[in-house]
Structures are given as structure tokens and as C-alpha cells.
């Protein structure tokens, strides 16, 4: 395919943290952005030539907003199916819906993950309280997690396996699965980006560190083993060739204290473990982004220096003066105008060592 050419529009669904940071990517490479949100404080409408403030059901809007871009993509994975392929008449969705559909469900994301001979934490799908009490005496307790539109920890319960089934479903109600507990050595991602030619390119291995469910720093190289980070690239890899996906796959995962990995969760879209590679990497994932759904050739993803590590910066902990102080932090504020305890409202990422 010819590549867009510079002064192109790339229309992004979705406005947050995610799309202002693609959308500031898109500029640097000479293309225009039309964010889609729905919500009027979306940090990405401050970065960029146009945007929609419009519900994801308002076809009207939507109709004109594909008209008037090259081609589309997402920083958020739920935006409804029908809402992706309503734009797709009118200009190439990539990432594709039917990629996003798996996504969007972790049962249909673990039985992907399965059928592609990859393996996850044990689970069980949760549709009533009969199921629930099965599932727990199954797997001894675990986490119930609604299948749809969790993040952040929002949508889980830890659960020992003592508690009365039927009396928390009646607060649940809602499509969920179980999964049994990991006792991780600890957890990495890997970002993908495949091409529309079909090239698949991988950043390094990212080692992640959440607390209260929530991402709290990221950190590469991560500290495992040669074969451990191989055999994490070509999960990722086996994962985004099958699905076909053009854009990128971040691919969230367990590696067990033997070395084994365990796929966790897919986003079809930048992650929040990949933010680093802005200053640590010869291509940042955002611009990777934009080089995938533009047609242009992906980036290298070697590292720029020996270590980086990123840290999210929730709720008040978001203050500048100290953190400029220090020479090798790199500073992102998403411009949020509420800050509530714990929403991410920026990162600063640690270089460890100078730039080559
Ligand atoms: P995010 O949006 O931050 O990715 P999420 O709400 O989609 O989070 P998960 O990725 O499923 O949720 O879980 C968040 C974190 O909770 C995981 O990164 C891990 O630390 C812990 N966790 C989730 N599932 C398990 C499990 N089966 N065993 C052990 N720990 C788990
Ligand atoms: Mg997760």
C-alpha cells in the first residue's frame, strides 16, 4: 500500500491519555488528528486540529467524522462493535472490529489465547449463582472478573472461596468468569505492531508492577530469563499474526516461577506499560501506531538507553517541581482537570542511564 501522505487525517476513537499522546505522534510525522469522544474534557482534544464531542451511538456524527478523515483508529477497546463497523463503511478501521471484538470479552480473549496454543491463569465462565459456587470450589477461590468492560482493577472481585455464592451474584448479575489465582514470579507485556503488509515488529519485554490492581511502574529490560523474554515475543508475535490485527497488540501476561508465560489480557491499542519507549526507544509505540494504520514502515523498537523505568503518577502524586529536579526523568501530564485519588493523570519515566 501507498503510505498516507503528510497532511492526512488519522481519526482516533476515543480522547484520552492514549489519544492525545498518538495524536501528538501523528504531528510529529506531519499528519492531522480528528479525535472522536464522547466526553467534553477529553485530554486529547487539547492536541489536536479537530474533534467530535459525541456519543459512540450518534451516527450522524459519526458519519461525518469518517468523511472527513483517511483512516481510523482507537485508543479505548470498548467502543461499541456496532459503532466500529458503522465507520468502517466509509474509511479502513485499524485496528479491525472483528480484533477488537476479542478484546472486549475475557472468555472469548483466554479461549483465543488457548486455541493459538498459548496458555492462561485457569478459569471458569460465571453466568449464574450455581456456576459461581461450582467455580470457586473448582479453583479454590480466585478472582471473578465481568467478562466486559473491566480496567484497572474495576469489574474484580478477590474472593477466597468462603464466601456465599448466590449472595454475591445477586449484587453481580452480569456475564462474569473466575479465574484461579497465579502465583506469579512476576508480570511483563509485550507490545506488538503488525503492519497492513503483515510485518510484525515487537518492543523489549516490559516488567510490570501494579499496585491496588493498578499499573504502578514498568521497567525494562525486565528481569528474566533469554528464554523466558523469547518465549514472550512469540506469544505475542503467534497472537497478533492470527488475529491479522493491523495496529498494535499489547499483550499483558504472568511468567510463572518456572519460567512459563501465561497470557492475562490483550488491548488492541497503546498501552499503559508501553509509555517508556517515548524516550527509551528508537520508535515510541504511539508513532508505531501511526506508522501501522498510515502504511508506513514500522520503526526499529531497539532501546536508546541500558534501562528505563516508568511510573504513573495517580491522583495528587501528579506534581511537577520535584520531578523536573532530576535530570533523568522525562515528565507527562495528560492536562486532567479533576484529579481523583487514583485516576492516572500523568507518568514521568526514569532513564537509568544516559542516551547512547
Ligand atoms: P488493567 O486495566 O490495569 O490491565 P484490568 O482491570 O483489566 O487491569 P487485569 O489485568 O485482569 O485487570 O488484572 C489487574 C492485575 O490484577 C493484574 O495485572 C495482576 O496483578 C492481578 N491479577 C489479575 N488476575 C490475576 C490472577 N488470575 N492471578 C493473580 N493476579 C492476578
Ligand atoms: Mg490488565
Given at each position: 500500500m501507498t503510505p498516507l501522505p503528510p497532511n492526512s487525517t488519522i481519526g482516533i476513537l476515543g480522547g484520552g491519555q492514549l489519544g492525545r499522546m498518538t495524536a501528538l505522534a501523528a504531528a510529529n510525522l506531519g499528519y492531522l488528528t480528528h479525535i472522536y469522544a464522547p466526553e467534553a474534557d477529553s485530554p486529547a482534544f487539547d492536541v489536536t486540529r479537530f474533534y467530535t464531542c459525541a456519543a459512540y451511538d450518534d451516527l450522524p456524527a459519526l458519519a461525518a467524522f469518517a468523511s472527513s478523515v483517511d483512516v481510523i483508529t482507537l485508543e479505548f477497546e470498548n467502543i461499541p462493535i456496532a459503532t466500529l463497523e458503522y465507520v468502517q463503511r466509509f474509511k479502513p478501521v485499524y485496528p479491525q472490529p472483528t480484533c477488537v471484538e476479542v478484546t472486549q470479552d475475557r472468555l472469548l480473549e483466554k479461549q483465543f489465547a488457548h486455541s493459538q496454543g498459548c496458555n492462561t491463569a485457569p478459569f471458569m465462565p460465571v453466568n449464574s449463582?450455581?456456576?459461581?459456587?461450582?467455580?470457586?470450589?473448582?479453583?479454590?477461590?480466585?478472582?471473578?472478573?465481568?467478562?466486559?468492560?473491566?480496567?484497572?482493577?474495576?469489574?474484580?472481585?478477590?474472593?477466597?472461596?468462603?464466601?456465599?455464592?448466590?449472595?454475591?451474584?445477586?449484587?453481580?448479575?452480569?456475564?462474569?468468569?473466575?479465574?484461579?489465582?497465579?502465583?506469579?514470579?512476576?508480570?511483563?507485556?509485550?507490545?506488538?505492531?503488525?503492519?497492513i503488509d503483515g510485518t510484525v515488529v515487537c518492543f523489549p519485554v516490559t516488567e510490570n508492577a501494579h499496585r491496588q490492581q493498578v499499573l504502578h511502574t514498568s521497567t525494562v529490560p525486565a528481569s528474566i530469563s533469554t528464554a523466558t523474554a523469547q518465549a514472550a515475543i512469540a506469544a505475542a508475535t503467534r497472537l497478533i499474526?492470527?488475529?491479522?490485527?493491523?495496529?498494535?497488540?499489547?499483550?499483558?501476561?504472568?511468567?510463572?516461577?518456572?519460567?512459563?508465560?501465561?497470557?492475562?489480557?490483550?488491548?488492541?491499542?497503546?498501552?499503559?506499560?508501553?509509555?517508556?519507549?517515548?524516550?527509551?526507544?528508537?520508535?515510541?509505540?504511539?508513532?508505531?501506531?501511526?506508522?501501522?494504520?498510515?502504511?508506513?514502515?514500522?520503526?526499529?523498537?531497539?532501546?536508546?538507553?541500558?534501562?528505563?523505568?516508568?511510573?504513573?503518577?495517580?491522583?495528587?502524586?501528579?506534581?511537577?517541581?520535584?520531578?523536573?529536579?532530576?535530570?533523568?526523568?522525562?515528565?507527562?501530564?495528560?492536562?486532567?482537570?479533576?484529579?481523583?485519588?487514583?485516576?492516572?493523570?500523568?507518568?514521568?519515566?526514569?532513564?537509568?542511564?544516559?542516551?547512547?
Amino acid at each position: 500500500m501507498t503510505p498516507l501522505p503528510p497532511n492526512s487525517t488519522i481519526g482516533i476513537l476515543g480522547g484520552g491519555q492514549l489519544g492525545r499522546m498518538t495524536a501528538l505522534a501523528a504531528a510529529n510525522l506531519g499528519y492531522l488528528t480528528h479525535i472522536y469522544a464522547p466526553e467534553a474534557d477529553s485530554p486529547a482534544f487539547d492536541v489536536t486540529r479537530f474533534y467530535t464531542c459525541a456519543a459512540y451511538d450518534d451516527l450522524p456524527a459519526l458519519a461525518a467524522f469518517a468523511s472527513s478523515v483517511d483512516v481510523i483508529t482507537l485508543e479505548f477497546e470498548n467502543i461499541p462493535i456496532a459503532t466500529l463497523e458503522y465507520v468502517q463503511r466509509f474509511k479502513p478501521v485499524y485496528p479491525q472490529p472483528t480484533c477488537v471484538e476479542v478484546t472486549q470479552d475475557r472468555l472469548l480473549e483466554k479461549q483465543f489465547a488457548h486455541s493459538q496454543g498459548c496458555n492462561t491463569a485457569p478459569f471458569m465462565p460465571v453466568n449464574s449463582a450455581e456456576d459461581l459456587a461450582a467455580a470457586l470450589q473448582q479453583l479454590s477461590g480466585g478472582i471473578l472478573k465481568t467478562r466486559r468492560m473491566g480496567y484497572d482493577g474495576k469489574g474484580q472481585w478477590r474472593l477466597t472461596g468462603d464466601e456465599d455464592p448466590a449472595m454475591l451474584w445477586w449484587n453481580i448479575q452480569q456475564p462474569c468468569i473466575l479465574e484461579g489465582l497465579v502465583d506469579f514470579a512476576c508480570e511483563v507485556s509485550v507490545i506488538a505492531a503488525r503492519g497492513i503488509d503483515g510485518t510484525v515488529v515487537c518492543f523489549p519485554v516490559t516488567e510490570n508492577a501494579h499496585r491496588q490492581q493498578v499499573l504502578h511502574t514498568s521497567t525494562v529490560p525486565a528481569s528474566i530469563s533469554t528464554a523466558t523474554a523469547q518465549a514472550a515475543i512469540a506469544a505475542a508475535t503467534r497472537l497478533i499474526n492470527a488475529l491479522q490485527l493491523v495496529g498494535l497488540l499489547a499483550v499483558e501476561m504472568f511468567v510463572s516461577r518456572s519460567g512459563d508465560v501465561l497470557i492475562n489480557e490483550l488491548a488492541p491499542r497503546p498501552h499503559n506499560s508501553g509509555h517508556w519507549t517515548m524516550e527509551a526507544c528508537q520508535t515510541s509505540q504511539f508513532e508505531q501506531l501511526v506508522r501501522a494504520c498510515t502504511g508506513l514502515p514500522l520503526g526499529d523498537t531497539g532501546l536508546l538507553t541500558a534501562s528505563a523505568v516508568m511510573q504513573n503518577l495517580l491522583g495528587d502524586d501528579a506534581t511537577h517541581a520535584p520531578l523536573l529536579q532530576n535530570p533523568n526523568a522525562r515528565l507527562h501530564l495528560y492536562g486532567k482537570t479533576e484529579s481523583k485519588p487514583g485516576r492516572k493523570m500523568g507518568h514521568v519515566t526514569f532513564l537509568t542511564a544516559q542516551h547512547r
